[in-house]
């Protein structure tokens, strides 16, 4: 079945490095590919997306690309903030056998201190 | 406009107790779902609905029961609640069209305690 695997946490990094979180996922159709961020005692917000291979999305200097070759998603930074400390979490939806669905990742904390 | 509004936030329960967690959307999604959230295991699929009066299982829907009656409404129902249910749902909705798919929009989540 369709499964996505993120990169275990924590992530800690100091205020100004760059940031990459990696994101792999298995998918029998043709899947559209998320980021969501979750800040502490929050719910889920959508970070990007895209929807077909080789689409970038992007958002407040996130970026991620759609490999489909290895089948990727993996999340990107330049210049991570603290406000950027929270949750992420690499999603993928997909047809298969008629039925919907949309399903995550185990989520990677991240933290950025000053 | 209010989106995807969960109730209650925080419940306890005693183990053998049963309730409904409530779900509604206003924003006319076929799409509907819960999750459970647990340290270290991400989001968990438990049952999801691609319209009123379908309903299927996802990853773990074992203790818990849904219905859709209607597009706006989709709760979730602990049979005889057990410690293991200890968790944090969310549940999500979305407008999904085969070839077209779009963000899931979520509840603020319901802390539940079994104790």
């Known amino acids: 079945g369709d499964s996505v695997t993120q990169m275990e946490g924590p992530v800690t990094l100091s205020e100004e490095a760059f940031l990459t979180i990696n994101c792999t996922y298995t998918?029998?159709?043709?899947?559209?590919l998320f980021w969501y961020v979750q800040y502490p005692g929050e719910g889920l917000q959508l970070l990007l997306k895209?929807?077909?291979?080789?689409d970038k999305g992007s958002n407040k200097g996130f970026e991620a690309t759609y490999r489909k070759e290895t089948t990727s998603f993996h999340l990107e930074k330049g210049s991570v903030q603290v406000s950027d400390s929270a949750v992420y979490f690499c999603?993928?939806?997909?047809?298969?056998?008629?039925?919907?669905?949309?399903?995550f990742g185990s989520g990677t904390r991240l933290l950025v201190r000053p | 406009n209010a989106g995807v509004t969960q109730t209650p936030k925080f419940q306890v329960l005693k183990t053998g107790q049963s309730m409904t967690l409530q779900c509604a959307q206003d924003?006319?999604?076929?799409?509907m779902s819960w999750y459970r959230q647990d340290p270290g295991m991400g989001l968990r699929l438990i049952h999801y609905?691609?319209?009123?009066?379908?309903?299927d299982q996802g990853e773990v829907p074992n203790g818990y029961n849904v219905s859709r009656s209607t597009t706006e409404d989709f709760p979730l129902r602990l049979l005889s609640a057990a410690p293991s249910q200890t968790s944090v749902y969310f549940c999500?909705?979305?407008?999904?069209?085969?070839?077209?798919?779009?963000?899931?929009?979520f509840g603020q989540g319901t802390r539940l305690t079994v104790v």
């Open positions: 999603a993928l939806s997909d047809w298969g056998d008629s039925s919907y669905k949309l399903i």
């Open positions: 999500a909705s979305s407008y999904v069209s085969r070839g077209l798919n779009t963000e899931a929009f």
């Open positions: 609905s691609v319209g009123a009066g379908i309903t």
């Open positions: 924003m006319n999604h076929e799409y």
């Open positions: 998918a029998t159709g043709y899947p559209s």
């Open positions: 895209a929807t077909k291979a080789d």
